[in-house]
């Protein structure tokens, strides 16, 4: 910490006073030496007195300054103007060649060629303008020529900008064309493939393959139309009949044409490319008519634009020849600028004469003064020696030299330091008992804060031990729930197996009802068997009296009807044995019925046990899904238990966690109150230094 003190007065600084007084001496002894100097005159105004000799030197220099500036501004202006003038006539050059060409690329159709004919067409006719009202008199001539060639020129190019959005549209047709030709170029050659492919008669196929070629030329004139100098009206004819050729082609191929001698084809592939085709070409055949519709606008656009290119290279010589007459403009005011400036410098040398002049009469004037100042400064220092001491009680002389306003300010720091001092030795009064005091505070504060500490500690420790129950707790619970969730997972799985048992059951009921129904089938078929073999007998029972009738009917005929007796016995051997079949068939048929009746009934009582067991199946399925729920309940409350002493264990380790940083805290603000208490013995002691330091002043 750092105290006011004063320095004390010795021998070193009586010295360095007295070096000080000795360079003040040569200051003033090297003034007086040059103030005793012989001062000239200056010329036609050094009579005058040096204020008026000042002003008149400084008028002149100004005079000539502004002479100088202006004349330099002047001339400045002029290259400036030259410049502008070279830099406008070489753009101009530039401008005219950018606008031959872009009319070339307008033509064409591209949209950024027309932005730049149209702003080289703006440029170029605002640079004139300026140029024939600005520039000087031997320009004129130039320019008229230019105005008269650019009044043609101007007139051909706002033509083609007129037609932007026809030669626009022209440039699109193409570029369309050009992309459709491509898929038509394929889909013709595909359509001849598929036509020789197919069988189609010579004649026909031969058609078809013009249609390539037509693609092809209708492209190529398409485009040659847009980019030939030169309109040839025999290609925009030709480009119209390939047209209409080619759409008479392909509507005799689809729908068949009398006057082609063409019949529409059948094959289903072949038409659909036809069909195809004819898509693509409307489109093309629109962008056809476009051209030809615009063909006047496209022939006025290329004329104009072989104008401009005619018009360019005269142009282009006349602003050659306007530029060389621009670069042989002078100035003289750049001599005249020279001359003022000279004047100017020897204004200046006259004006610093006359500074010196009157700087050496003020030399004079400032030695006397400047040793009243060294006198009264002297005398302030050595009524200061005592304050060096400590002595506040002291009062400098207030006098009306240069010192009296220091002196002045000095008494009243005086009064300032002796009221500082005494308001010292007061504070450092209070602030060694207020350090007594609060070291008693701090006594106090870390008795209180040990045995807080020392609880915490406790209490950290039975929560804790609480955490740890809960732990305990939670573990049970989830063991519980895993538990719980054993018995769900078995009772879902029983009450699974129930249901595919229901299913089962249900299934052979299905099964068993089915058999019933086709057994009892079985028996009505086996009735009408039984009609059948009834039949059968009967029809036996005929033959076998026919039998014994043609016997009899062949004996009575003696030797003639021997060969139809043996057939007569055949045919009743043959009823006989078909009577015993039928017979034994009969008797199976019996039998099947039997049975048949004794399995329906079978059948019936199965199916009455299978739905008595369904209905137990159902019970004990109603069962386990009851018992399910119950455990699934079980489960929830469980794990709700489980979250719930999760939750409070989180909140016991909060709490024993808060209670760690309480106990920090705790050290740490015991440690910070014997640290204040050391500070405040430190406080204590630094108050008794400073009332030492202070001690020296004298107050009365």
Not at 61 to 89: E, H, P
Not at 230 to 238: G, M, N, Q, T
Not at 401 to 429: H, P
Not at 600 to 627: C, F, H, N, W
Request: hydrophobic content about 40%; overall charge negative.
């Amino acid at each position: 910490m750092a105290f006011f003190k004063l320095p004390k007065k010795d021998k070193k600084s009586k010295s360095s006073g007295t070096t000080g007084v000795l360079h003040t001496t040569l200051i003033m002894h090297g003034l007086r030496k040059l103030s005793g100097k012989e001062t000239a005159q200056i010329p036609l105004i050094g009579h005058l007195p040096p204020e008026k000799q000042i002003a008149y030197t400084a008028i002149a220099t100004l005079i000539c300054v502004i002479l100088t500036g202006s004349l330099m501004g002047y001339s400045n202006y002029q290259v400036g103007r030259k410049a502008d003038f070279v830099g406008t006539a070489t753009e101009m050059q530039m401008l005219s060649q950018r606008i031959a060409k872009g009319s070339q690329q307008a033509v064409l159709g591209n949209k950024e060629a027309f932005k730049q004919l149209a702003d080289g067409k703006t440029k170029f006719d605002v640079h004139l303008k300026r140029l024939t009202s600005d520039s000087p008199s031997s320009a004129q001539t130039i320019l008229a020529d230019l105005n008269k060639q650019w009044s043609k020129m101007s007139k051909e190019t706002a033509s083609i900008l007129t037609q932007q959005q026809s030669l626009e549209k022209l440039n699109q047709s193409v570029a369309e064309i050009n992309a459709a030709n491509v898929q038509m170029l394929e889909l013709s050659q595909q359509v001849v493939s598929l036509m020789v492919q197919a069988g189609i008669p010579q004649r026909d196929v031969s058609i078809a393959s013009d249609q390539v070629m037509l693609t092809q030329r209708m492209a190529k004139n398409a485009n040659n139309l847009l980019s030939s100098d030169v309109i040839d009206p025999e290609v925009a004819f030709l480009l119209g009949k390939d047209a209409s050729a080619f759409r008479d082609t392909l509507n005799g191929l689809i729908v068949g044409s009398e006057d082609l001698r063409l019949t529409a084809v059948k094959d289903a592939d072949i038409k659909e490319k036809l069909n195809e085709l004819s898509g693509v070409f409307k489109a093309f055949d629109a962008n056809v008519s476009d051209i030809l519709q615009n063909m006047q606008n496209l022939v006025n656009a290329k004329a104009a634009s072989r104008a401009i290119f005619d018009a360019s290279d005269p142009m282009l010589a006349g602003t050659e020849k306007l530029t060389e007459n621009y670069e042989k403009l002078g100035s003289f005011s750049g001599w005249f600028a020279v001359v003022f400036g000279l004047l100017a410098l020897v204004s200046a040398v006259f004006l610093a004469w006359s500074f010196i002049n009157d700087a050496r009469q003020r030399a004079v004037r400032s030695e006397e003064e400047n040793k009243r100042n060294q006198e009264a400064i002297l005398r302030l220092l050595n009524e200061m020696g005592d304050l060096a001491e400590g002595d506040l009680t002291v009062k400098a002389s207030v006098t009306e030299d240069i010192t009296g306003a220091i002196a002045d300010s000095i008494n009243y720091t005086i009064d300032e330091l002796r009221i500082l001092v005494a308001e010292i030795n007061k504070a450092t009064e209070q602030v060694t008992t207020a350090s007594q005091q609060a070291q008693a505070i701090t006594a106090q504060l870390l008795d209180a804060a040990q045995r807080q500490s020392k609880e915490i500690e406790e209490t950290s420790a039975s929560v804790l031990k609480m955490a740890g129950s809960i732990n305990d707790v939670s573990a049970t619970a989830i063991e519980s729930a895993r538990v719980a969730q054993i018995s769900l997972d078995a009772a879902e799985k029983g009450q699974s197996a129930v249901q595919n048992s229901i299913s089962g059951m249900n299934e052979i009921r299905e099964q068993i009802q089915e058999t019933a129904k086709r057994i009892k089938r079985l028996g009505e078929s086996s009735q009408e068997i039984s009609e059948i073999v009834e039949l059968i007998s009967d029809i036996t029972e005929q033959t076998n009296i026919l039998a014994l009738n043609a016997a009899i009917q062949a004996a009575s005929a003696g030797e003639a009807g021997r060969g139809f007796t043996v057939v007569a016995e055949e045919v009743q051997r043959l009823a006989e044995r078909s009577g015993e079949a039928t017979k034994q068939i009969g008797a199976i048929v019996k039998t099947i019925q039997t049975d048949t009746h004794d399995a329906v009934a079978a059948m019936e009582k199965s199916t009455q046990g299978v739905v008595e067991g369904a209905k137990l199946s159902d019970a004990a399925g109603q069962a386990l899904s009851e018992i399910g729920r119950v455990s699934q309940e079980l489960a929830g409350l469980i794990h709700s238990i489980s979250e719930t002493t999760l939750a409070q264990t989180e909140v016991a380790q909060s709490v024993a966690k808060n209670m760690q940083d309480i106990q920090n805290i705790t050290t740490q603000t015991t440690e910070g109150t014997k640290r204040t208490a050391v500070s405040i013995g430190q406080l204590a002691n630094l108050a008794a230094d400073l009332k030492g330091s202070v001690a020296g002043f004298k107050l009365s």
